[in-house]
């Protein structure tokens, strides 16, 4: 079961604060850090979508240029050295993203533009261009 942790500065303090970010997928963990797998060597953002890696894999970063400097390239999925501050848009595509994969029906676009605050068209577009994918796929 994934701990719940609160929200407080110190998740870049202590690997095992850093871990249960990764674990939460903590969107307020990013920026904060960057993890970097090892078996796999690419590094992400905690709060990335990609299934989630051994613990024994990762290791920790200060910034996306000090795991880069560890020989580590960036997740393709949550492009940790592009913008580590996501604006409120990229959060909540991110949350539509969290709604897919929790759903045990996939929702429809209309229900996450919805949720998204955000009319179909738009969100899908703008979906798209994070994710690279159409919120259908
Ligand atoms: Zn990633």
Redesign the pocket.
């Known amino acids: 079961m994934a701990r719940v942790i609160a929200k407080t500065a110190t998740v870049a303090s202590s690997d095992d604060a850093r871990w249960a970010a990764v674990v939460a997928r903590d969107q307020a963990a990013d920026g904060a850090f960057a993890y970097a797998v090892a078996s796999k060597g ?4 905690p709060s ?3 299934s989630r890696a051994n613990q024994t894999n990762v290791t920790f970063h200060a910034s996306p240029a000090e795991a880069e400097a560890a020989g580590y390239r ?7 050295h592009e913008d580590t501050s996501p604006e409120p848009k990229a959060a909540k595509i991110i949350a539509a993203c969290r709604m897919i994969e929790m759903a045990e029906q996939e929702p429809t676009l209309d229900v996450l533009a919805n949720a998204a605050g955000l009319s179909p068209f738009h969100f899908q577009r703008i979906f798209k261009s994070m994710t690279g994918v159409t919120p259908k796929a």
């Not at 960036?74 to 940790?80: D, G, L, S």
């Open positions: 690419i590094y992400c953002r990335c979508p990609s960036p997740c393709k999925r949550c492009r940790p």
